[in-house]
Each structure stands twice: as structure tokens, then as C-alpha cells.
């Protein structure tokens, strides 16, 4: 499986984005996918996880349930992470994985 994250920039707090998560290869319904975020100096930290069938959602805390939403959208091999109310400590660089598989990581930076 290959994944490619995209979606992420530059935004003030208070903004929104969503990241995409696009896979190829291997069958990507049959696998659950999660989104992760390395801050700079801080270690890997888990985000999001949707199941492949998309009836299972978790977040890392309620503070994060509250402000994104993790759909998917297999047809399109595809993840999503609608990211609302940003703030500068979701600054960091956001991962997807799937499978064992991890992609590049796209940078979000959150100005105060």
C-alpha cells in the first residue's frame, strides 16, 4: 500500500482544514486507517482511527472529538481528517497508516 497526505498549510487559529489520505495498491477497504501528529521535539501521538467498515471511530481526547471528524470514503481509497477550530498546539506534522503502511506526512502550522 502507498499513501499519500495532502491538505496541509499554513492557518490562523480558529480555521479549518482537511487532510486526505489516498492509497493505492492493496485493497484499502479492508483495512482501518489512523491519523497520527509528530510535533516538533515531541513524539509520534495518535489522532484518529476509523475502521474499515467506518461503523468504529476513536480520537485521542474528547478535546480532539469535538474538532475532528475522521470519515472515509472507500470508493475513492481515500481518508479524510476535517480538522475545525484549529489551535496552534495541532501544530505538528500529520501521518496516515493503514495496513503497517505509513505515508510522508503533510506539515499544518496553526498561527496564534
Known amino acids: 500500500v502507498q499513501l499519500q497526505a495532502s491538505g496541509g498549510g499554513l492557518v490562523q487559529a480558529g480555521d479549518s482544514l482537511r487532510l486526505s489520505c489516498a492509497a493505492s495498491g492493496r485493497t484499502f477497504s479492508n483495512y482501518p486507517v489512523g491519523w497520527f501528529r509528530r510535533a516538533a521535539g515531541k513524539d509520534l501521538e495518535f489522532v484518529a482511527f476509523?475502521?474499515?467498515?467506518?461503523?468504529?471511530?476513536?480520537y485521542v481526547d474528547s478535546a480532539v472529538k469535538g474538532r475532528f471528524t475522521i470519515t472515509r470514503d472507500n470508493a475513492k481509497n481515500t481518508v479524510y481528517l476535517q480538522m475545525n477550530s484549529l489551535q496552534p498546539e495541532d501544530t505538528a506534522v500529520y501521518y496516515c497508516n493503514t495496513a503497517g503502511h505509513w505515508g510522508q506526512g503533510t506539515q499544518v502550522t496553526v498561527s496564534s
Open positions: 476509523i475502521s474499515a467498515s467506518e461503523d468504529i471511530t476513536d
